[in-house]
């Protein structure tokens, strides 16, 4: 139990491999921070350098307040549950969980009595005496992080655990881990490329592209206030309408219509408008910003409609918008409305998120 | 070898018993396989424990009645044939020995470092093996003449080294490649050691590999002629394939088949007891279940 500090991360290969850049973010105990970002981002990285696998090139790894960047991985005190889970195969379950234990020069008591209570609490009991070879992949999955969770380590890192595991386990261990996790105090650092792992079950996420920190905030916040174009992208499924457009005095041009621009910025002459799918609807007869177009392509969901539809008066533009699946429309014309207040405005060039009116 | 029923031949073939032709034909072939390649070996094993009038009798006698074993009697007797045999067993085991020694870790670091020319190292390597390595015979002659390894182990055990190391390195530098990378990561974090790590991680993972490889090169200079021919003179020094091809009859003209059959047979039996031996421990898998897949 100890707060997990990066400072300044940086980790450069060659002058043109540079998967991390400038990171900066800590983790405080009882979080659980999650790494998300596409292949490429610099999380894996950034965990191998935190685990002590990979020295940084520049900048601070500190635990508890101390600098460990150049201690060997085993001197950290931090346990990590691997992709590929990463077993001993040649070891029993209970000398897979034993290993770290003994190496750190535990009486045999207490490794036992350790043990015991982290495979109770796992189910794992009845399998301490078998080889990782005769277990499924989820007894493989919970055997790894019985491993690291024996270790009662200052720090907890997981490199994405549930990405071998097909798609209804996964779900399953997911809200296993939750609930494990929340009982730890460990701050946990979580690595992914999946958003709903990311969403479901971090307090923090930390997104990241290209070897720098998007945006480090709660999930909620995350999804409702985007700090940039690149996160407003990421985040949701299906993505949020991106759209470049023209402004005319206090309005962006979108087709035919005219969209207000919140008064809390001065109007540039391009911005960039941010809308989920889920969040445009139909509009009222009496609402008067709306966006009519034609619908070129209705996708059914089971409980909802994804509709894409081209904007009258702009036809290079196309909006998609998450219906329920009890609404209705008549004819292919439609008319949307954009809830002010799940509008998102970015600036064009450098995509940073404009001030929200208050 | 269960034959499976395929799907496809139950469907195309409209006769009633699909299977049977399958029964009779994968049996059959099994048995004209193995016919084939233990016949010579049968031949010979049967020759040592012919007598000698059945050896000379014509028309042949495939299948001896009476058994003898003075032709064993004879090679351990009359030739020192034990110490054939330990010269043989010292030298093929401290060049295999060696062999591992050297190859394992130079294939470690071509598998997981990122050398630069790893690819031309590797190609050298790779062009070692294919070279005919009787062409570096007279060179060869001439370093141990200019040593004074003549009649040495030493001018046996370097050649037959050098000659399997790169074998040594391709098949173990492909183990190594396939065995996970998160394993050595998962033991840095648990704490392990480097020497840790090797001793109680990666040794035992390896092990199958070893085994295989260290066999090839067993065999390879246990059976080796050539040099052994010609670098040893010495009698008490000499190895069995050289052994073997010296047993000759009392009179220029008689060819002793019998003795000849013993000792070959003498010469390969620990070579078969060497294979079935590790058999178990060349078994392929063991690492499944360290990741998934």
């Known amino acids: 139990m100890a707060k997990l500090e990066l400072i300044h991360l940086n980790k450069t290969y060659t002058p043109k491999v540079i998967p991390v850049k400038d990171l900066t973010l800590s983790v405080e105990d009882h979080e659980f921070l999650t790494l998300l970002g596409p292949s490429g981002c610099g999380k894996s990285t950034t965990l191998r350098m935190i685990a002590g696998l990979e020295q940084p090139t520049r900048g601070e790894v500190r635990i508890g307040g101390q600098d460990v960047s150049r201690k060997s991985a085993g001197d950290r005190n931090i346990a990590m549950v691997f992709q590929s889970y990463a077993l001993y195969p040649h070891m029993s379950v209970y000398d897979n969980m034993a290993s770290g234990l003994k190496l750190r020069k535990m009486p045999s008591g207490e490794i036992r009595s350790r043990i015991e209570e982290v495979s109770r609490f796992l189910g794992l009991k009845d399998l301490l005496d078998r080889r990782p070879g005769k277990l499924s992949g989820g007894q493989r999955q919970r055997v790894a992080l019985g491993r690291a969770l024996v270790r009662q380590p200052d720090v907890f890192l997981l490199d994405e655990p549930l990405s071998n595991l097909d798609a209804l386990l996964r779900e399953q261990v997911r809200a296993e881990l939750k609930q494990i996790f929340a009982s730890q105090a460990t701050p946990v650092v ?31 916040q995350i999804y409702s206030q985007p700090a940039n174009r690149f996160v407003a992208g990421f985040i949701g499924s299906p993505q949020m309408n991106l759209l470049e457009l ?40 009496e609402e008067a910003i709306t966006v009519t177009g034609t619908i070129i392509l209705v996708e ?7 509709v894409s539809l081209r904007v009258a008066g702009s036809e290079s533009i196309t909006v998609r918008a998450l219906l329920s699946a009890e609404q209705s429309w008549q004819g292919n014309q439609i008319t949307l409305a954009f809830p002010p207040e799940h509008t998102h405005w970015f600036h064009v060039e450098t995509g940073d998120r404009l001030p929200d009116a208050e | ?157 370097i050649p037959y080294t050098a000659i399997n190391v790169p074998l040594t390195i391709l098949v173990m530098r492909s183990f190594f490649q396939q065995l996970p990378r998160d394993l050595e990561d998962s033991a840095k974090v648990d704490g392990y050691g480097t020497w840790q790590m090797l001793a109680q991680i990666l040794v035992p993972l390896t092990v199958p590999a070893l085994v295989t490889t260290g066999i090839l090169t067993f065999i390879s200079a246990w059976n080796e002629f050539l040099f052994a021919l010609t670098f040893i003179t010495r009698e008490s020094l000499k190895t069995i394939p050289v052994a073997v091809a010296q047993i000759s009859g009392t009179a220029a003209f008689e060819i002793p088949y019998g003795p000849l059959a013993a000792a070959t047979v003498v010469g390969t039996l620990p070579l078969v007891a060497l294979v079935l031996l590790f058999q178990r421990r060349i078994v392929q898998g063991l690492t499944a279940g360290a990741v998934k897949g």
């Open chain 1, 190 to 220: 979580y690595v992914t490329h999946d958003q709903t792992e990311a969403m479901t079950l971090s307090s923090q996420v930390a997104l990241l592209n290209d070897g720098y920190l998007q945006q480090l905030a709660s999930p909620k």
């Open chain 1, 246 to 285: 023209p402004c005319r005095e206090n309005y962006a041009l979108l087709g035919n219509s005219k969209i207000p621009l919140p008064t809390s910025f001065a109007p540039p002459p391009h911005v960039v408008l941010g809308i989920r799918p889920e969040h445009a609807r139909i509009a009222r007869p």
């Open chain 1, 300 to 306: 059914h969901l089971g409980m909802s409609n994804l």
């Open chain 2, 1 to 157: 070898m269960v034959p499976l029923p395929s799907s496809a031949a139950v469907e195309t073939s409209p006769s009633p018993s699909p299977l049977s032709v399958k029964k009779i034909v994968l049996p059959l072939a099994v048995i004209l396989v193995v016919g084939f390649s233990l016949a010579p070996i049968l031949w010979q094993v049967l020759t040592s424990v012919k007598t000698n009038a059945d050896i000379a009798a014509v028309p042949n006698v495939y299948l001896p009645t009476r058994f003898t074993l003075e032709h064993y009697i004879e090679i351990f007797r009359r030739r020192p044939f034990l110490s054939y045999m330990l010269n043989s067993f010292m030298v093929a085991t401290i060049s295999t020995l060696l062999c591992l020694l050297i190859g394992t870790p130079a294939a470690y670091a071509l598998a997981r470092l990122k050398l630069p020319g790893e690819q031309a190292i590797l190609a050298i390597v790779l062009i070692i093996t294919l070279f005919p390595y009787i062409l570096l015979f007279l060179g060869l002659l001439e370093i141990v003449r200019a040593l004074g390894l003549a009649n040495n182990y030493l001018a046996l055990v």
